[in-house]
């Protein structure tokens, strides 16, 4: 499939740059031409190009200072130079400076445009390579205690092998990861990884989801519908709380991981999927099993190799090494300034209990990196983040809003709770939404019914 483009080309000659923008747009790139490095530098500010081609000699700035100029603003296009009057120091200059090549005029079409072709396509590649070790970092297991070592050690040994494996842990403690991991570390590594969470989908749609509808075979069934067995064929299947799983579709479950085959609904015949199924829960299925609300047979299916997450209450050791990591993946998901923890900030971290476990340390940290203004966090911004902190603090005020009806008090806890808010975050607005967790137009709008005058309160503070 060829490769299309966005090409910015800057010439002080009217003749080039027409004759350049016709090859280019010929070969089915978009060219956008200016002709002086001013102008191409409001260009690059105002829109992201997948490549800029510049001459060298232009009146006034000519293309080595735009070079530098488009460096010291961040744009991070690939540069092509070309010059009748090139020189080996002037190469030098604009290689070091960032550029990917440096033609000489006159360069022929076929040159340019392959010259063209290898640099985009090389930047493409740089970017997706860039996105997968982002994508990859979400999905990252961080580590430091014994505990997480024998687990890690457990997956490498079962890995390898079509064995069906149990994970088993509290909510956050980060089942879904050692899921992937395992998927990672298999011969299906190639293949999809598939989960579905068995707690979150009603159980009229459970074999819909599972094994996918054919057209017409039910009202609502507009078109035909894949099932999560058939989307993970030749890959991993992730049943996630499958202690949740309503009864009569855990005997049919049960039926495809003897037969290995499905059948939608609505279809004529069964046909043979090739899926290893790892399932998890945080319930205890052996008790489940004795009231009867799980299926022994299927627990014997499933449960064949256990992996057991210990809560980070018990790997402390972890909390650092993931605080840490989690403060990396935000700033760089969101664009903000990485932050440090004192030694006392970190001390407050291990120090509490963390019943959602990584999941809750996550979100700690996200409110930590908005709560704190200088580059190292210190012990107070963690306690003010700390979710057992706002409980007490709600706890201790709830006197103040003993009055009227329930919808009277709680009106009157949310307008205390967003002037305070709005005082802690100076009034900033887009800070103050998301301390909130809420939709910059939505804080608005809240403010509004609960009668807050966003102008007289700045004035009178």
Same mark, same amino acid.
């Given at each position: 499939?060829p490769?299309?483009?966005?090409?910015?080309?800057?010439?002080d000659?009217?003749?080039?740059?027409?004759?350049?923008?016709?090859?280019?747009?010929?070969?089915?790139?978009?060219?956008?031409?200016?002709?002086?490095?001013?102008?191409?530098?409001?260009?690059?500010?105002?829109?992201r190009?997948?490549?800029?081609?510049s001459?060298?000699?232009m009146?006034?700035?000519?293309?080595?200072?735009?070079?530098?100029?488009?460096?010291?603003?961040?744009?991070?296009?690939?540069?092509?130079?070309?010059?009748?009057?090139?020189?080996?120091?002037?190469?030098?200059?604009?290689?070091?400076?960032?550029?990917?090549?440096?033609?000489e005029?006159?360069?022929?079409?076929?040159?340019?445009?392959?010259?063209?072709?290898?640099?985009?396509?090389?930047?493409?590649l740089?970017?997706?390579?860039?996105?997968?070790?982002?994508?990859?970092?979400?999905?990252?297991?961080?580590?430091?205690?014994?505990?997480?070592?024998?687990?890690m050690?457990?997956?490498?040994?079962?890995?390898?092998?079509?064995t069906?494996?149990?994970?088993?842990?509290?909510?956050?403690?980060?089942?879904?990861?050692?899921?992937?991991?395992?998927?990672?570390?298999?011969?299906?590594?190639?293949?999809?990884?598939?989960s579905?969470?068995?707690?979150?989908?009603?159980?009229?749609?459970?074999?819909?989801?599972?094994?996918?509808?054919?057209?017409?075979?039910?009202?609502?069934?507009?078109a035909?519908?894949?099932?999560?067995?058939?989307?993970?064929?030749?890959?991993?299947?992730?049943?996630?709380?499958?202690?949740?799983?309503?009864?009569?579709?855990?005997?049919?479950?049960?039926?495809?991981?003897?037969?290995?085959?499905?059948?939608?609904?609505?279809?004529?015949?069964?046909?043979?999927?090739?899926?290893?199924?790892?399932?998890?829960?945080?319930?205890?299925?052996?008790?489940?099993?004795?009231?009867?609300?799980?299926?022994?047979?299927?627990?014997?299916?499933v449960?064949?190799?256990?992996?057991?997450?210990?809560?980070?209450?018990?790997?402390?050791?972890?909390?650092?090494?993931?605080?840490?990591?989690?403060?990396r993946?935000?700033?760089?998901?969101?664009?903000?300034?990485?932050?440090?923890?004192?030694?006392?900030?970190?001390?407050?971290?291990?120090?509490?209990?963390?019943?959602?476990?990584v999941? *809750?340390?996550?979100?700690?940290?996200e409110?930590?990196?908005?709560?704190?203004?200088?580059?190292?966090?210190?012990?107070?911004?963690?306690?003010?983040?700390?979710?057992?902190?706002?409980?007490?603090?709600?706890?201790s005020?709830?006197? *103040?809003?003993?009055?009227?009806?329930?919808?009277?008090?709680?009106?009157?806890?949310?307008?205390?709770?967003?002037?305070?808010?709005?005082?802690?975050?100076?009034?900033?607005?887009?800070?103050?939404?998301?301390?909130?967790?809420?939709?910059?137009?939505?804080?608005?709008?809240?403010?509004?019914?609960?009668?807050?005058?966003?102008r007289?309160?700045?004035?009178?503070?």
């Open positions: 499939m490769l299309k483009a966005h090409i910015l080309i800057i010439d000659d009217a003749n080039t740059l027409a004759s350049l923008a016709r090859a280019f747009r010929l070969a089915g790139h978009e060219a956008t031409v200016c002709d002086n490095a001013a102008r191409a530098l409001e260009l690059a500010k105002a829109e190009f997948d490549l800029i081609l001459d060298v000699v009146p006034g700035r000519d293309g080595i200072a735009l070079l530098e100029d488009l460096k010291n603003i961040g744009v991070a296009s690939p540069a092509v130079m070309m010059s009748g009057q090139a020189t080996i120091e002037m190469a030098v200059k604009a290689t070091r400076l960032g550029a990917v090549d440096f033609l005029k006159p360069i022929s079409t076929e040159k340019l445009l392959l010259t063209v072709e290898n640099a985009v396509r090389l930047t493409r740089e970017e997706e390579n860039r996105d997968l070790k982002r994508r990859l970092g979400r999905h990252q297991i961080v580590w430091a205690s014994p505990a997480m070592r024998e687990v050690a457990q997956v490498e040994h079962v890995a390898a092998s079509e069906r494996v149990c994970i088993r842990g509290e909510t956050g403690t980060g089942k879904e990861l050692i899921a992937r991991t395992l998927h990672e570390k298999s011969p299906r590594h190639g293949g999809p990884f598939i579905l969470n068995c707690a979150a989908i009603p159980a009229e749609l459970m074999e819909s989801e599972l094994f996918g509808h054919e057209k017409g075979s039910f009202t609502g069934a507009a035909r519908h894949i099932g999560k067995f058939e989307q993970a064929h030749r890959g991993t299947l992730f049943l996630d709380e499958i202690g949740d799983m309503p009864l009569a579709m855990q005997a049919k479950l049960l039926r495809v991981l003897e037969e290995g085959e499905i059948e939608r609904v609505g279809g004529g015949s069964p046909f043979a999927v090739d899926v290893r199924v790892v399932v998890a829960t945080h319930r205890n299925l052996e008790e489940q099993v004795k009231q009867g609300s799980f299926r022994e047979d299927l627990y014997h299916r449960f064949v190799f256990p992996i057991v997450l210990p809560p980070l209450r018990e790997r402390r050791e972890d909390i650092r090494v993931l605080a840490e990591h989690f403060v993946q935000l700033a760089e998901q969101n664009h903000w300034k990485p932050k440090s923890f004192s030694p006392e900030a970190l001390e407050t971290l291990e120090r509490y209990s963390w019943p959602g476990n999941r *809750e340390l996550r979100n700690v940290i409110r930590v990196m908005l709560f704190a203004t200088g580059d190292v966090v210190e012990a107070a911004t963690v306690v003010r983040a700390l979710p057992q902190v706002a409980a007490s603090a709600a706890g005020s709830a006197a *103040e809003y003993a009055n009227g009806t329930l919808a009277q008090r709680v009106e009157s806890f949310e307008r205390e709770t967003l002037l305070a808010e709005l005082k802690r975050n100076r009034h900033h607005m887009t800070n103050t939404a998301k301390a909130l967790g809420l939709e910059r137009s939505h804080l608005y709008k809240k403010c509004q019914q609960l009668g807050i005058d966003l007289s309160i700045r004035q009178t503070e």
